[in-house]
Each structure stands twice: as C-alpha cells, then as structure tokens.
C-alpha cells in the first residue's frame, strides 16, 4: 500500500519552501499548498510562515482522504501515488478523471467491465472498474494503466502551456517533475 505520509514528505521537500513566481497564476505557496488553499483550511498567517505540519495536514486531508485515494491505494498503490501527485497538482478532480478515462479506454469495448462516469469522484463504480481491469490484467496491468495516467497528465501539461504562454517557464518542470 502506498504510504501517504512518505508520499507527503517526498512531495513536501520537492515542492520547498516559500514561492512566489510572477508567472504562477496560484500565486504565493508555502510547502506546495497555495495562499487559496491555505487560507480555505484555516491558515490565517503570513504564507511564508506556514509551518510543515500544517502543509501535511491540508495534503492528507484534502488530496489523499476526501478523494479517496486511500480506497485506491488498497488495490494499485503506484495509481494511488501518481494521482496523489496529480491531485496536488491539477486538482483531484483532473487526476480523477484521467483515471476513470484511462479504465473506460482499456475496458476492451466493455467487454473486462461497464464503462463508467469520468466524473472525478471514486465512488463504488470506479472502485469496481478498477477491480475488474485488474482482476483481468493483473499486476502487470497496474504498469499500463499508471502509463495511461501519465500519457493524459503529459497532454494535459502541454495543452496549458500551449494556451497560455506564461505557462512555458513551467512546463519542463512538469514533465521532468511531475510525471511518473
């Protein structure tokens, strides 16, 4: 299973201390959590002051128990990782999505298990697709889906960058960083 406070830890000392680029439409970060997101969980001080802990709190809570990843990382820990970091990054909504989109691609015209909603929450159907397209694929199958996940992130970092120019100083980062 995927341990959720090594995956904070990691992503804690990857994303540093206190950012502030121009370009950053998120704007002012501490420990990788946004001013918005910060402030949306109770942190009232000055972001560069945003103790460690506090930032691990928000990421368990918000990234990795209200998406239910926990339930995921049961059955696919490296699925559960990547959309961890995915979630942090793009929303846990998008990281959602590309997996129930990655499934429902790799169901065989439903002939492994039903396609799904890609409505960004895991509920008992995404939980059941997933089991299904590993019950079929094995262990072997979580390498391909974890693939299907990065292919759609690595599309989506180009798209962003390609709609908004600003968003080139960034997007080697995401592909070296952020993928995989």
Known sequence: MADVAELIEALIEREGGFVDHPA???GATMWGITERVARAHGWQGAMARMPQARAAAIYRRIYWER???DAVATRAPAIASEMFGTGVNMGTGIAVRFLQRALNALNRQQRDFADIAVDGAIGPATLGALDGFLRVRGRAGEAVLLKAIDALQGARYVRLAEQRPANEAFLYG??????G
Do not use: K, Y
Request: positive net charge; aromatic residues 8%.
């Open 24 to 26: 950053d439409r998120g």
């Open 67 to 69: 998406p239910r990843l």
């Open 174 to 179: 995401w592909l070296a960083n952020r993928i």
